[in-house]
């Protein structure tokens, strides 16, 4: 049934010119079908109900009092188009482990954060859903983001990027936002990018990252300080912001989209708890910024199953219980029921293989490889010595029975 709108400020809101938009005596009602409505109140009896046996007995005398008058049954028409049938229930579905986690955490919640964590119990497997379809309207296709940018100058520009917020002390998630929304631009291109096109590409991608995500919160003097750092100063600030103006309308405005850095983080955060869970997270992200040199693997699969995929990778070289990587494919599976264990498959191996290339240094540009591990081992203990070809030959022999 239709419930009654309470809050005074919304009906402020939608009140037409001239016209409150509930008079006095009238309520105020919505419907999902014909949007909101006002009824008129039924005026109350002044005859005071309190001799029952009185009433009962003028209703015999007269029974014709006890058919509704035309005033009424027009009055109680006016319900009829707002009532709608009930709908049907339909089953809760099973959550997953990340939202049985919340909701253990909402039993008893160490403090604020948490208690507000514990909130998202019910809707977390639908955000995840959704972040998934929208990533997936907006990933580039690999062929035409090599189209317009040559691989190895791609892969330059990210590592050079990768070097700049390591030493700034930034984020890394705002180089994978940066990174994908320089794809997405390229991809998007009838032809090749020129080469004197790329730097501003580069700073307007990272002015649109900065104030979107990453520096938003801060003062418009931080991220500016940080553009100009990057460009040395050769690029004026108008110049970024106008290229940026067109950047947008190509992309049609839709940035801040969910990268593979995203959902792993998102997958991760139900092993937070776990002593172990920092080196799984940390090697995780190592084969992901190793996937951003390669546009193959960075864009060949859905970015979702890409996250899973090295997080997979990760629990597998370092030995984690199998129970870790049983609950992950149960909620890969859970949160994105179209998905394919063979797909997570072929990403895990599509990262241990690039993380082999990467220590035979046959990853191009083979120089960002030390960089990028040098950068990791400050979380990751002993990852110069891990051995991705025996988590390699144990996935593929998986992969055969």
């Known amino acids: 049934p239709p419930h009654p709108l309470v809050d005074l400020h919304l009906r402020k809101m939608l009140a037409p010119r001239g016209r409150p938009l509930a008079e006095e005596g009238e309520r105020l009602w919505y419907s999902d079908v014909r949007g909101f409505q006002t009824v008129q109140d039924k005026p109350r009896s002044e005859t005071p109900a309190t001799d029952t046996e009185e009433a009962l007995k003028e209703e015999a005398e007269n029974p014709a009092s006890q058919t509704s008058s035309p005033s009424q049954d027009t009055e109680e028409s006016q319900y009829d188009h707002i009532h709608q049938a009930p709908r049907a229930v ?77 030493a700034l002390g930034l984020d890394s998630a705002m180089v994978h936002g940066i990174a994908l929304t320089m794809d997405r631009y390229c991809a998007s291109s009838e032809g090749a990018v020129p080469q004197t096109m790329l730097e501003n590409l580069l700073l307007s991608a990272a002015c649109t990252e900065f104030k979107t995500e990453g520096l938003g919160d801060q003062s418009a003097h931080t ?86 995929g090295a997080l997979a990778a990760a629990l597998r070289v370092l ?15 859970l949160v994105w029921p179209e998905s394919s264990m063979e797909v997570v498959m072929r990403c895990e191996e599509d990262l241990l293989q690039t993380w082999l290339c990467g ?43």
Not at 121 to 140: F, G, H, I, N, T
Not at 231 to 243: A, D, E, K, N, Y
Not at 319 to 333: H, I, K, N, S, Y
């Open 90 to 166: 339909r089953p809760l579905e099973p959550l997953s482990h990340l939202a049985q986690m919340l909701q253990m955490l909402g039993e008893a919640p160490g403090d604020d954060s948490e208690a507000l964590e514990a909130a998202l119990a019910d809707s977390v497997d639908s955000m995840l859903r959704a972040q998934y379809r929208s990533s997936e309207r907006a990933r580039p296709s690999a062929e035409n983001v090599s189209a317009a940018l040559q691989p190895v100058m791609r892969a330059n520009l990210i590592g050079w990027i990768m070097q700049t917020f390591d």
């Open 223 to 308: 991220w500016k300080r940080v553009l100009l750092h990057m460009s040395g100063g050769r690029v004026p600030m108008l110049q970024i912001f106008t290229f940026e103006k067109a950047m947008l309308e190509r992309l049609e405005y839709v940035v801040g989209l969910a990268t593979p850095l995203t959902f792993l983080r998102s997958l991760a955060m139900r092993m937070r708890r776990e002593q172990q869970a920092d080196q799984w997270l940390g090697l995780a992200a190592f084969l992901l910024e190793l996937a951003l040199l390669n546009v193959n693997v960075q864009h060949g699969a859905p970015h979702a199953y890409l996250a899973a």
């Open 319 to 333: 030995d984690a219980p199998a129970a870790q990587r049983e609950e992950l494919l149960e909620d890969v599976a």
């Open 359 to 401: 220590k035979m240094r046959m990853l191009e540009p083979e120089y960002f490889y030390p960089m990028i591990e040098a950068k990791f081992s400050r979380c990751v203990r002993g990852l110069a010595s891990l051995r991705p070809d025996l988590a390699l030959q144990a996935l593929r022999e998986e992969q055969q029975k």
